[in-house]
């Protein structure tokens, strides 16, 4: 049967799946045995075992829960609260004041946990009510803060870089290295903007009655020491060369451990519920990808990873025509799916495609991340809305309307990696390559 013709019946099948409510990984793992049994010659039951195994059975991948388990403990602690405090001071004199916090805060508490969910929520809890009582303006806070949450998955360690890392195998050192300038860039493109907004429009933003002089400027740097600490420690360990990502993890769970016990947060209660928090979400991830790799081994059988590979090389598409594309999907699948099913379900099919282009599969990670983010302020499913809905009260889209420009700024700095790829690839070639 033609190549197209399976790619069709296979898509139809999933989609009727995950339609009718069917689990992403059973999904995936259903349509990996219709492949088996209709489309190919080899033995299902042997096939599913190993693939699956083979998926899951990886050192890099150990690195998933303990980073996971890093943000869970963070995410109790009184972290929030000490940023809010830390940085306020610093940035009071600039056009938008307080705000400015929501964007470096998400950039920290992403260095630490490595999830959008994560960050958005804890920041949130200590910046909604303190800015709605100094009388900001609820959409740019909401909008600033839907958008700089989706840091935690660009900034090292990353989730949903891991799980990347693994499906492409590529180097998830290489790949924590790419993701900071492009982080560095999207936050100084939100400042920006809100310099700019507050800027036409000072009634948005309130200055204080008085201004924090050097003194208490310092002293509030205090309040950063012990996120700052753990952030420096966990990224030189393995970019020193010291740890791999999974022993920096492992670390990076006993420095969460070690600051909620310093900061009080550490109860048993807290201990525990943070553990089945991480185990949860951790045997999520890993369910999606060991039915991704037997979907995988599937449509490796059938030739059809090979022939889209052959079809782009045939049609000499420009790297910039086959990136369009596929921004154009990402972009309508983010309006269904989440990060981590967006990745799996397509990498089997469209790394192939990437590398028959000759383009760098670490930039690529960065990209697919970047339409990661996207797809978190993307309704209907994005995540960041549900947080910010159930922590304000506003639906969701109210949250997505003032997301909108922070939306397009992320879209924006989509194009700036694709005309300028250096953003991506300077870094790992300077600390790994």
Request: proline letters at 5%.
């Amino acid at each position: 049967m033609d190549i197209i013709l399976i790619s069709i019946v296979l898509l139809i099948v999933l989609t009727t799946l995950l339609v009718t409510g069917v689990w992403i990984g059973v999904s995936l793992a259903i349509v990996g045995a219709v492949t088996f049994v209709f489309f190919s010659s080899a033995d299902t039951f042997s096939a599913l075992p190993i693939s699956m195994w083979g998926a899951l059975d990886s050192w890099e991948l150990a690195a998933l829960p303990l980073f996971i388990w890093m943000g869970e403990i963070l995410f109790r602690t009184k972290l929030s609260d000490q940023m809010f405090e830390g940085l306020s001071p610093w940035v009071e004199r600039l056009p938008g004041g307080l705000l400015h916090v929501n964007v470096i805060a998400c950039g920290l508490f992403g260095s630490v946990c490595g999830s959008t969910a994560a960050t958005t929520a804890t920041v949130a809890k200590a910046a909604i009510p303190e800015l709605k009582r100094r009388g900001y303006d609820e959409k740019l806070c909401l909008g600033s803060l839907c958008g700089s949450g989706t840091l935690g998955i660009l900034i090292p360690p990353s989730v949903t870089m891991i799980i990347y890392a693994v499906a492409a195998q590529v180097p998830i050192i290489e790949l924590f290295a790419a993701g900071l300038m492009p982080a560095l860039l999207i936050m100084i493109l939100f400042m920006a903007y809100i310099i700019l907004k507050c800027l036409s429009n000072p009634e948005l933003a309130p200055k204080p009655v008085t201004y924090s002089n050097w003194a208490m400027k310092f002293r509030a740097l205090y309040q950063l020491i012990p996120v700052t600490v753990l952030i420096v420690f966990v990224i030189w360990v393995i970019f020193a060369g010291y740890a791999t990502a999974t022993e920096a993890a492992a670390f990076g769970a006993i420095g969460s451990l070690v600051l909620a016990f310093i900061g009080g947060n550490l109860s048993w209660h807290n201990f525990r519920v943070s553990l089945l928090g991480a185990t949860k979400v951790s045997v999520m991830i890993m369910f999606i990808l060991a039915g991704a790799a037997f979907l995988s081994k599937a449509m490796a059988y059938t030739g059809i990873p090979r022939g889209l590979a052959e079809w782009v090389s045939v049609q000499q598409l420009a790297p910039w025509a086959l990136i369009s594309t596929l921004t154009i999907i990402y972009l309508v699948l983010g309006t269904a799916l989440d990060g981590t099913s967006m990745i799996v379900l397509t990498s089997s099919v469209v790394i192939p495609m990437i590398q028959a282009a000759g383009i760098d599969l670490v930039w690529f990670g960065i990209f697919i991340i970047l339409m990661v983010e996207l797809s978190e302020i993307t309704p209907p499913v994005g995540f960041n809305l549900f947080i910010l809905q159930a922590m304000t009260g506003r639906d969701s889209t109210y949250v997505a309307w003032a997301s909108i420009p922070f939306f397009l700024l992320l879209t924006i700095s989509v194009v700036a990696i694709t005309v300028f790829p250096e953003i991506v690839l300077w870094l790992p070639k300077v600390l790994v390559r």
